[in-house]
């Protein structure tokens, strides 16, 4: 095969060098800003009013995972208690499992469904694995609806609490919520409270 002439080479590295959409994504949208929000998960795992369960089984049979669909539509409040918070979304989506030889190996696709507040009828997409149950899941945030419009960056979910009813275990996760929003390219308001730091930063 002919080889390639040095001098047209360096042409096409400088080419690329220069091309714009290698532009850092700062430069590019300085006008970018961060919101980070708190909500608290309370998942119902069993009983009459459960909020998740699985809707396949896995074609393995037993205790496999791998092939299971697993579906939920779980509160989300604006504090760990219950009886002591505020309503204000909803967290639903579906977990399926995507890993034979490296337990738990799930994949999820959720979404964050505000109903209440300053962010009612927004939404925020989130997508990512879930590789240690007792470790914090991070999950990427890939976009939004409503105030949350060009949205990106990460979410993290971390234990709180787990307690019982008399027909239920309900489970409690702690989820901050950061999102890089693109405000100036939407006609809604900009969030509220917000800091031009930016999470991609060293």
């Known amino acids: 095969m002919a080889s390639c002439s040095p001098l047209l080479l360096l042409a096409v590295l400088l080419a690329v060098s220069s091309s714009p959409s290698l532009v850092p994504v700062a430069a590019q949208y300085p006008g970018d800003w961060l919101t980070h929000i708190t909500v608290y998960m309370h998942e119902t795992v069993s009983g009459r009013h459960a ?59 959720m979404n ?40 990106r960056g990460y979410s993290v979910m971390t234990s709180v609490r787990n307690y019982t009813t008399p027909d239920s275990v309900v489970l409690v996760d702690k989820i901050d919520l950061y999102a890089k929003i693109r405000y100036q390219e939407i006609t809604l308001t900009p969030p509220e409270k917000f800091t031009r730091e930016s999470l991609f930063d060293e």
Not at 55 to 63: A, F, K, R, Y
Not at 75 to 101: C, H, I, M, T
């Open 51 to 109: 909020t998740m369960l699985r809707s396949v089984q896995s074609p393995l049979g037993g205790n496999s995972m791998f092939g299971t669909v697993n579906v939920l539509d779980n509160e989300l409040r604006d504090g760990p208690d219950r009886w002591a918070s505020n309503l204000v979304g909803r967290f639903q989506g579906l977990f399926v499992g995507s890993g034979v030889v490296s337990p738990p190996g799930l994949m999820t696709s």
């Open 112 to 151: 964050v469904v505000f109903t209440a507040g300053k962010y009612n009828g927004s939404t925020l997409a989130l997508l990512g694995p879930v590789l240690d149950f007792e470790a914090p899941v991070e999950r990427s945030l890939v976009g939004g609806t409503g105030r949350f419009r060009m949205a």
